[in-house]
């Protein structure tokens, strides 16, 4: 089987082209077959590739008490919600929006949900504490004393654990580097002890564990394990202090490669779980994980049709049907995502942007990039867009978002159907 990296044993993606003329699949499926019968703009998802990145985690923490709480914001589509709670996982949520749909998709999931986010309301914490969900990732003094509220009115007691900003620098865009003392999340770790103090006054707060999450799409296991190493010493702080914490979250944040080089997930997760276990060393409790992007982008594809390829000047564009409501990331982050014709043409490449239809200069998938030769009509994939890419689109110029299909085995599955114009006014009023 011929792979986009064939260099590489076991390819990062599931997308590939079995033959010379034909079209490129996911699993045993042909994207062209499913454009043909969902319609494009289509994300394209592979249960297996999913499957395969969770048992990547689970099987590099097997020697301690683990759990790999998936960061529902990377991807919160309720199909695949299920098939990671079916094989084992938790769920990492910043929103009681996402707690309804991990409750949606596996109810029995609820405890083991960790919940995060710099601004929780009462009602999504009375949520949560109702669900019964296994902790609550705490972000200052005064979200404390809101849970601490909260607990006591519905008399549940609330396992917390307070994220703490160890003040680690992770080189990646600043939008998504949230580890040091200036980014609005987390508190001073310098803080912590002193609320772990005062917690343990209260008998409505238990103090369970102690969470990190220094920032996302960060490729160096470094950063984790020196986040990891303050931590640690906290912990065996406050273990002095008679407070002996049940678990240690290490956040999410694990990058992949988006360009078309050798990548092995398998050598990156081991590295990272290494780097966590070496600064964790003697510590006998529990260790949370909350990978998002690393279990689902390069599982996913948006497929889109080409609609024109248009001269201006000396610059050529592709304009797809696809556009920057669809997927964000390259206008927002610069992101690169490599794009492949669903079926190859003969010809050279050529250097191109290529473009969405929206009204706005920054509606790019890519520029000055070289393409395989494509033709008005013909399918192109933009690959590793299973995280954050449909979990962060929009209806921006009245577009209706994209289907969304599952391929588990050789079967594929529509897992949202296309919104429709009915899905789109329904809620206005005039
Ligand atoms: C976004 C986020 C994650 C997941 O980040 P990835 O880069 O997708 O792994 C995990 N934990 C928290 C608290 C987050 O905000």
């Known amino acids: 089987m011929r792979s986009l990296t064939p260099s590489q044993s076991s390819s990062p993606r ?48 097997a020697g301690r008490d683990a759990l ?8 919160s589509a309720l199909a695949i919600l299920k098939l990671l709670a079916g094989r084992g ?68 007691v609330a396992r917390f654990a307070l994220r703490v900003n160890p003040d680690v620098f992770a080189d990646t865009h600043p939008y998504i580097s949230t580890g040091l003392r200036e980014h ?35 490729r160096s296991a470094e950063p984790f394990g020196a986040a990891m190493e303050r931590v640690a010493r906290l912990v065996r702080q406050l273990a002095r202090d008679g407070i002996a914490l049940k678990a240690v979250d290490a956040g999410g944040g694990l990058g992949i490669d988006y360009h078309a080089g050798k990548f092995d997930p398998a050598a990156k997760v081991a590295e990272y779980a290494a780097a966590l276990e070496t600064a964790l060393a003697g510590f006998e409790g529990r260790l949370l994980i909350e990978p998002g992007r690393f279990l689902v982008a390069q599982a996913g ?9 248009k001269q ?32 190859r043409r003969a010809g050279r490449p050529r250097v191109v942007d290529v473009v969405g239809p929206v009204c706005e200069t920054g509606d790019f998938f890519a520029k ?24 962060q689109s929009s209806n921006y110029n009245t577009r209706l978002r994209p289907a969304e299909v599952l391929v588990e085995g050789g079967k594929a599955r529509l897992i949202r159907r296309r919104e429709t114009m009915a899905d789109l006014l329904g809620p206005e009023i005039f």
């Open 184 to 218: 609005k999340f987390g508190i001073d770790i310098r803080r912590a002890p002193a609320l772990y103090r005062k917690a343990s006054e209260s008998r409505w707060l238990e103090a369970h564990g102690v969470s990190v999450h220094i920032g996302s799409q960060i």
């Open 68 to 75: 790999v709480c998936y960061a529902v914001k990377a991807n």
């Open 89 to 156: 996982a938790g769920f990492d949520i910043v929103s009681g929006g996402e707690l309804e749909r991990v409750l949606a998709a596996a109810p029995e999931a609820a405890g083991r949900v960790v919940y995060s986010g710099v601004g929780k309301t009462a009602a999504e914490i009375d949520l949560a504490l109702t669900a019964g969900i296994l902790e609550f990732n705490v972000e200052s003094e005064a979200e404390l004393e809101l849970l601490e509220a909260r607990a006591k009115k519905l008399k549940r």
């Open 312 to 343: 201006n000047g000396k610059k050529t564009f592709v304009i797809t049907d696809a556009a920057m409501n669809d997927l964000i990331r390259p206008a927002l982050y610069q992101a690169h995502h490599e794009i492949v014709p669903v079926k």
């Open 301 to 309: 594809a948006l497929v889109a049709r080409v609609l024109q390829v």
């Open 14 to 61: 599931p997308f590939h082209y079995l033959e010379a003329g034909a079209a490129l699949r996911c699993g045993k499926v042909s994207l062209e077959l499913l454009a043909r019968r969902y319609g494009t703009p289509l994300y394209v998802y592979s249960a297996d590739q999913i499957a395969e990145r969770l048992g990547l985690f689970q099987a590099a923490l």
């Open 368 to 391: 000055d990039r070289k393409l395989a030769p494509v033709e008005p009509g013909d399918l192109v994939a933009l690959l590793d867009a299973g995280a954050y890419g449909m979990a």
